[in-house]
């Protein structure tokens, strides 16, 4: 019996096989990070301005900024960025998000708000050396204005369920192969409420004639999930995707996966669907200055990240260093 060995396809079967082991292995990471910081799981989401406080520009003080967004998306979260992007006035500083999702409706209106300031995202955390590991953000880093020093990683991020749909939003889209995108199904919750008027009227020539009309009592009477979206949800949601640039495709994703469970979109896949615009990191995104026209975040990213892998590998300062023969 003779056997063959082709170059080319145990090479695309290794990159698939690390590919797998990786996410799986951040997949577990991540929720367990997320439970013991509770920074992403059950918490509202908290958006803060970030002062950069890398080792790479600390010194000169030329660190960026950027717009930290970690936590759950609520009803109120649109308020909450909407208030502090007034607050920095005309300045496009990128958004580093990871959130286990929530409310669908929230997260479109801060995909139009972001989009309609130009602003670029990336799947990532924010931590502050004030703080610690467990914590990466925490009350002993905050300034009086609510800001903190940090900076950012995209290891064991999430952008999870509705988070995709804020990150739409973005004109810039980017998330490490160490970072995680997933969607899953919508669910609807409708509540049943029973209402009790009092009406006056009076009948003139035979017909009633409402004088006036009150709610006197109000009963909740129970609700239920739906996962089912009909033909005008579903309509919405692909005119929304559709305008903020991203394939209709991951509609059917979403509809295709049980709200228990999560379908991660692979790196290369998410690049297919336009839901990421090219393959770069949180702490690149946040290091590019002065790009070209069309280019690549990772190349005008000034002075990239002195912890960055080597040209074999993916640049981003979250790659453990791999060692082969």
């Given at each position: ?88 006035g005309d300045r496009k500083l990128p958004i580093i998000v990871s959130s286990p999702g929530g409310d669908v ?221």
């Open positions: 019996m003779t056997f063959r060995i082709f170059p080319q396809r145990a090479a695309r079967c290794c990159q698939r096989t690390l590919w797998f082991l990786t996410t799986v292995l951040l997949l577990l990471l991540s929720f367990t990070s997320a439970d013991a910081s509770g920074s992403d799981v059950g918490q509202p989401m908290e958006f803060l301005l970030v002062h950069g406080d890398m080792a790479w520009c600390r010194a000169g003080n030329s660190c960026p900024d950027w717009i930290s967004a970690e936590g759950q998306i609520m009803a109120d979260s649109p308020k909450k960025l909407q208030k502090l992007l007034k607050r920095l409706r929230a997260a479109i209106e801060m995909a139009y708000t972001i989009r309609k300031r130009e602003l670029p995202i990336a799947v990532g955390r924010t931590r502050s050396r004030d703080c610690p590991y467990a914590e990466p953000i925490c009350s002993a880093a905050r300034a009086k204005d609510g800001s903190i020093k940090g900076e950012t990683y995209s290891f064991g991020a999430i952008c999870f369920s509705a988070c995709p749909l804020f990150f739409a939003g973005g004109v810039e889209r980017v998330s490490s192969p160490f970072a995680l995108l997933g969607v899953h199904q919508i669910t609807t919750t409708y509540s049943e409420v029973r209402v009790q008027y009092r009406t006056e009227y009076e009948t003139v020539n035979g017909r009633r004639k409402i004088l006036s009309k009150r709610e006197v009592g109000r009963k909740f009477v129970g609700k239920h999930d739906t996962t089912k979206l009909d033909k005008q949800q579903k309509a919405r949601l692909v005119a929304f995707l559709k305008e903020m640039g991203i394939d209709k495709s991951l509609v059917d994703l979403m509809l295709g996966t049980q709200p228990t469970s999560i379908h991660l979109i692979a790196q290369m896949d998410a690049l297919k669907l336009n839901l990421t615009t090219e393959l770069a990191a949180a702490d690149q995104l946040v290091a590019a200055r002065n790009c070209k026209d069309k280019q690549p975040i990772a190349e005008c990213a000034a002075p990239p990240p002195a912890s960055a892998e080597p040209a074999s590998v993916a640049p981003t300062s979250d790659a453990p260093a791999i060692v082969g023969e």
